[in-house]
């Protein structure tokens, strides 16, 4: 796994500490009880970053929500540089995947992609969905909903409290969306903050959510502002 994280806080992102931005590699396969960690970057660039996705088997790419842009990062030498920009489409960029020669991304009530080229740039950026707001995402696994001849996206929407399906194509077409689950003035899924499928046998169809719990932003039931904590639920799709 690769980790990342940002020595910064609310009183100095606009003008953060020189090499704030941290990466990580955590490595499960020697001890799986005791990984071994390593720092692999220490930009100077970024403010930080708010996702990672793998470009490659040794460049990832990491999107950095204060620079509007996607940078890449080489995992054998730490090198970094801002690869891929769309001053349109990536204003507060968020969540970030890679997925059928495309790369995906969420940035503020957008859900957008572009295909990618083997040098690490990326053709036109487009929009294939708008809601209030998005945050972190997952991007169906091949196989899923195989017979549908369409790719499905699940996005945590905030503080909107739910989650919402994508459903597209790939060649481009009819887009459609719908929210599965929560509803605005529910803590059913309080404040989602990002969605991931099953890896383990029989849970391609089970879709992982974690919460804030209404800790950032409150639910609102019933005219009371309600939190409750943080959550890591699971949603089985149909």
């Known amino acids: 796994f690769y980790v990342t994280g940002a020595n910064t806080t609310s009183d100095n992102i606009s003008d953060p500490p020189k090499n704030a931005t941290h990466i990580w590699r955590v490595d499960f ?12 970057a220490r930009p100077t660039a970024p403010t930080g970053f708010n996702g990672l996705a793998a470009f490659n088997e040794t460049i990832i790419l990491a999107s950095a ?9 080489d995992t054998t030498t730490g090198r970094t540089w801002e690869a891929i920009k ?3 489409l990536m204003s ?4 970030i995947k890679v997925q059928d020669g495309f790369v995906y991304w969420t940035a503020g009530g957008d859900f957008c992609r572009a295909k990618l080229y083997s040098n690490v740039t990326a053709g036109p950026g487009e929009v294939i969905a708008e809601a209030i707001a998005f945050d972190d995402f997952a991007v169906s696994p091949d196989g899923f909903r195989a017979g549908s001849g369409r790719k499905f996206a699940y996005a945590a929407t905030a503080a909107e409290n739910t989650i919402m399906q994508i459903s597209f194509d790939l060649q ?3 887009n459609l969306t719908s929210v599965i689950a929560g509803s605005l003035d529910s803590t059913e899924i309080a404040e989602p903050t990002g969605c991931a499928f099953g890896r383990g046998e ?4 089970w879709l ?3 919460t804030g719990g209404g800790s950032g932003v409150g639910v609102d039931v019933d005219g009371v502002e309600v939190a409750v ?4 639920l699971g949603i089985k799709l149909n």
Do not use: M
């Open 29 to 40: 396969t020697t001890n799986p009880d005791t990984p071994d960690i390593k720092l692999i």
């Open 65 to 73: 929500s204060y620079q509007d842009s996607i940078f890449a990062v």
């Open 86 to 88: 769309d001053a349109n």
């Open 92 to 95: 507060s960029i968020n969540g």
């Open 172 to 174: 481009g077409g009819r």
């Open 202 to 205: 029989g849970e391609t169809d």
């Open 208 to 210: 992982y959510v974690t």
């Open 229 to 232: 904590g943080a959550q890591l």
